[in-house]
């Protein structure tokens, strides 16, 4: 079974001349390809494979030259120019060295990918909640026209002598109300547009951007012991965890190839200024005697790094199953919450707003009677708004638990 995750182009516009539509498509491409912190974050891969390539190196040779003099100079007796050439040889130090290189490259991948897990989900849900103030603004918008044009009818009728002056101030401090909710509504919709241009990398103009799509979530969830397997297959952290114990394994066996013995070469040869003048070649061998072997204490400081390793993979197991059990649950209670709300029952409330309204200008209901009314039916539709936007972003945040990318719009869970 397939579930994905849609964004679909549904949503209006920003009320801009100039608005740049975007869709979650473009937007996850240019993020993936522009954000500055994901881009220095790919470098680690880099500087990984460098530290690899160094770890190949072999221990570099010692040259010296050693003037002598231990007579009269004006007796020319006694001198010598001493050359020599040494080297440390080690046994399994550099292999060691280059495993634990190459695991630790191997951690660095899989924390990228963790790092690209969440990324996403978190750019993924900005795209979101610039969606969800969009439609707030055209919420807060449409009431502020409505007050608008009941605050200019009102101003008409009080002229006139139809209502008192009361209601006409009334209509009009609401009108006043609802404007400072849509300004605080655009303001917003314009940081949340803000917060895109951020993840694409560049915020100039960002505030002109406007998110195509909905928040409308159609998919149900499967099974738990689905999501689970596939957190346990996917999960980057836990790929990170393994990487950990693979890490301490390669540490230890570093270690113990530096305790074994070493050997020192040296060659070199003496010229000595004599009478005759003579050259002395030597040849020979040191052996250090590892003495602090015999403390134990970096033994079991490395035994005990690969058993708190592994112990850490039995908790980042742990951890992703919680993760996606409290992900699933919270997905399943958005799921009914955004399932208490119906197109009718919103209907219904607009055409009892509006036969509020017609009731108020007809002089049969006061002002505050229409404005309760309407005030409540903002309410509800604010609470869809944002039950919908807790469904969506549930969703995400069981994918994210999961462990599986989100990119171009569609985010596909399972096989």
């Excluded at 969800?132 to 009941?150: C, Q």
Aim: hydrophobic residues 40%; contains cysteine; aromatic residues 8%.
């Amino acid at each position: 079974m397939k579930k994905a995750l849609y964004i679909l182009s549904l949503i209006l516009p920003i009320t801009t001349a100039t608005a740049q539509n975007i869709s979650y498509g473009e937007y996850m491409e240019r993020v993936l390809q522009n954000n500055i912190a994901l881009t220095a974050r790919k470098m680690d891969i880099e500087i990984a494979g460098a530290a690899v390539t160094g770890s190949q190196v072999y221990n570099d040779p010692s040259l010296a030259l050693t003037y002598t003099n231990n007579e009269d100079w004006s007796k020319g007796l006694g001198q010598g120019i001493e050359f020599e050439l040494s080297r440390t040889f080690t046994f399994g130090v550099r292999r060691s060295r280059i495993d634990l290189a190459e695991s630790e490259r191997v951690q660095t991948v899989a924390l990228l990918e963790e790092y690209l897990r969440n990324f996403r989900a978190d750019a993924t849900i900005a795209y979101l909640e610039h969606l969800r103030a969009g439609m707030l603004f055209e919420e807060t918008a449409e009431i502020y026209n409505d007050l608008s044009e009941v605050a200019s009818n009102d101003s008409l009728r009080y002229m006139r002598g139809d209502i008192a002056q009361s209601d006409w101030l009334e209509s009009r401090m609401a009108q006043g109300i609802a404007k400072n909710a849509m300004l605080a509504a655009e303001a917003e919709q314009r940081n949340t547009a803000i917060k895109l241009g951020y993840y694409m990398g560049d915020v100039n103009n960002a505030e002109q951007l406007s998110g195509i799509g909905s928040l409308t979530i159609t998919e149900q969830a499967a099974p738990l012991e689905h999501y689970t397997k596939t957190a346990l297959e996917h999960r980057a952290d836990l790929v990170v965890a393994l990487a950990n114990a693979d890490i301490a394994v390669a540490a230890q066996k570093f270690n113990n190839a530096c305790r074994r013995p070493e050997l020192d070469v040296v060659l070199g040869a003496t010229y000595n200024i004599a009478d005759p003048d003579f050259t002395t070649i030597k040849a020979g061998v040191a052996v250090p005697l590892k003495f602090s072997n015999l403390n134990k204490g970096e033994r079991l400081m490395d035994e005990l790094l690969v058993k708190q390793a592994n112990i850490g993979i039995e908790d980042a197991r742990l951890m992703v199953t919680a993760d996606v059990m409290q992900a699933y649950n919270n997905f399943r209670y958005a799921t009914k919450q955004s399932e208490t709300f119906s197109s009718a029952m919103l209907g219904d409330m607009q055409k009892v707003v509006e036969s509020k309204r017609k009731a108020y200008e007809m002089g049969e209901i006061p002002f505050l009677d229409y404005l309760i009314v309407q005030r409540n039916e903002s309410e509800m539709r604010s609470e869809y708004i944002n039950a919908l936007f807790g469904k969506a972003v549930a969703w995400v945040e069981l994918q994210r638990a999961t462990g599986v990318g989100l990119e171009y719009g569609t985010m596909q869970i399972a096989e």
